[in-house]
């Protein structure tokens, strides 16, 4: 009985070469597998070249029917954390037969977008100045929370400009996930001997330089104290201790005692960062616009997307039972994101249309500004402020003479990911190494009277040389030298070069035949018969068809 051998195979495509994601957000990336062999199979479907935390395969195994063609999908979810790097991360899809262990790859591509996100904390919060000691250390640290590198400015102010501040250096810049301690020096510019003890909210902030809706910011208060005597002092110190004593036989009204919103403006979409410390209390409330966010821990934070445009009013409100505080009010403005313009390909040509094959060329394009990404098809990803780019010839997998057209594409994509493409295409041509630099005839045209002519012939880098006559062929020994002919007709002359690789290179010369001149005819002699000698009443022809000489 004949033995039932199975055919098998199979093949993997993907939907998209390439696939972009917002960190925090999910991609679909399709595929789909196609069954070329005559019985159903099992595949393992499998993600190289990716974090695994980024990945998820809902179906790791599927059965395909045969010669049936099954689509599936995997989906991509970078988080959005600083370690989801702004960039193009490629990749491949393995699938895997079970039955066979055949494997099947195909290669897409994960365009990760960036985004922003910076924070700033300032120790310690609370400082004193006086007469004695007009200045304060503080340690300021810069955070950048984002995907992409930051260049940031330091600020810091006080409402009544009680006091100077200093930065150990006012600009920083930051990869993704960094973040930087620097010193900042407050002075008391109006601190006298005798005066109220002040108090001067400080907002301590940092803006991106390239962007400026990228901002953070953070309070921290200075006491300015006044100098006074040891009897007023004392005084002070009892009047204190009573009223400490007095504060502590009763229940302490809750209330906020630190608190940060961030950034103050913010364009739709982007995060606002509630930050909190209560005292006394059980709880804290947080109104934001409209919406309120009840039962919120003692201390902790609390990040809102922003959804529209237009002042938001939030306010913190520390709860303890039903003694609620008095509420914390601050206005962020939300502004709608800015128009990012279309990218446009200004230019794209290549220096020459067809080209030797192992030649490069040089391929020149011009994007507009709002061009932030550019990809040259089958080169890769190049510089969308650059100009031009060499590019190496394909590689010579030509069986003999013939032309390998290639056309590239270039993508330009803005900050958005909206795209546009354009197409050239070039031939590489691949030649003989076999150069005729002579082949002609002596004399071009030949008299009928006298049919010898004379074909010479110079050839460099052939391996073999024929001269062909009509249908007649002759193999040529020497690369340089002639060969007379005797002709009758016109005949055309072709020489064939080959070189060692089977590649030819043909010239073909035609030798004319001038036309006979016109006879003489006699004005007084007329009707057939003729008084001429040896005239038969007729033109005289030459004799055609020619021998080699």
């Not at 922003?306 to 206005?331: C, Q």
């Amino acid at each position: 009985m004949p033995v039932y051998n199975p055919v098998m195979g199979f093949s993997v495509r993907l939907a998209n070469d390439e696939s972009t994601v917002e960190p925090g957000s999910s991609a679909p990336v399709a595929f789909e597998i196609t069954n070329d062999g005559d019985q159903e199979e099992e595949f393992e479907v499998s993600v190289e070249g990716l974090d695994p935390e980024w990945t998820a395969i809902p179906v790791p195994t599927l059965w395909v029917p045969a010669g049936e063609t099954r689509v599936d999908r995997i989906f991509i979810k970078p988080p959005r954390e600083a370690e989801s790097r702004a960039g193009v991360y490629p990749f491949v899809i393995k699938v895997r037969s079970m039955d066979s262990g055949e494997a099947r790859s195909a290669q897409s591509s994960l365009a990760v977008n960036p985004f922003s996100h910076v924070s700033i904390e300032a120790t310690p919060k609370r400082a004193e100045l006086t007469a004695l000691n007009r200045s304060a250390q503080f340690e300021v640290t810069v955070m950048n929370l984002g995907n992409t590198e930051e260049n940031l400015q330091l600020y810091a102010s006080d409402v009544d400009d009680l006091i100077a501040f200093e930065f150990a250096q006012n600009t920083v810049t930051l990869a993704p996930g960094q973040s930087k301690v620097v010193s900042m020096t407050a002075t008391g510019t109006k601190v006298k001997a005798l005066q109220g003890l002040q108090v001067a909210p400080v907002t301590v902030s940092t803006r991106s330089t390239d962007r400026p809706a990228v901002a953070a910011n953070c309070q921290l208060h200075v006491e300015i104290r006044p100098v006074v005597s040891p009897g007023p002092m004392i005084a002070a110190f009892v009047v204190l201790a009573l009223l400490v004593g007095w504060i502590l036989s009763i229940p302490k009204p809750p209330s906020i005692a630190n608190y940060s919103v961030q950034p103050r403006q913010a364009t739709v979409g982007d995060q606002i960062e509630i930050g909190w410390e209560a005292k006394n209390a059980s709880s804290v409330t947080v109104e934001f616009g409209e919406t309120l966010y009840e039962m919120q821990p003692v201390k902790g934070t609390l990040p809102i997307a922003a959804d529209k445009a237009g002042k938001i009013d939030i306010k913190i409100i520390a709860v303890s039972g039903d003694v609620r505080s008095n509420p914390i009010s601050i206005s962020v403005e939300v502004k709608e994101p800015p128009t990012v313009p279309e990218p446009e390909i200004l230019a794209f040509s290549a220096g020459r249309s067809e080209v030797p094959l192992g030649s490069s060329i040089v391929i020149d394009y011009r994007l507009n500004d709002a061009a932030t990404y550019a990809y040259l098809e089958p080169i890769g990803a190049i510089d969308p402020k650059a100009q031009s780019i060499q590019v190496p010839s394909p590689p010579d997998d030509l069986p003999g003479k013939g032309v390998k057209s290639i056309t590239y594409t270039l993508i330009a994509r803005n900050a958005q990911g909206h795209e546009v493409s354009k197409k050239i295409s070039v031939k590489f041509i691949k030649d003989s190494k076999a150069v005729i630099s002579q082949f002609e005839a002596n004399p071009p045209e030949i008299d009928p009277e006298a049919p010898q002519v004379t074909i010479r012939w110079r050839v460099a880098g052939a391996a073999r040389l024929e001269l062909i006559q009509g249908d007649q062929r002759e193999s040529l020994t020497e690369l340089e030298g002639q060969r007379e002919f005797s002709l009758g007709e016109e005949t055309t002359f072709t020489l064939v070069a080959t070189d060692d690789q089977g590649l030819e290179n043909r010239k073909t010369i035609t030798v004319k035949l001038k036309k006979p001149a016109e006879p003489t005819v006699d004005p007084g002699t007329t009707g057939t018969g003729g008084d001429i000698p040896g005239d038969t009443g007729g033109v005289k022809r030459p004799v055609t068809g020619g021998n080699r000489v």
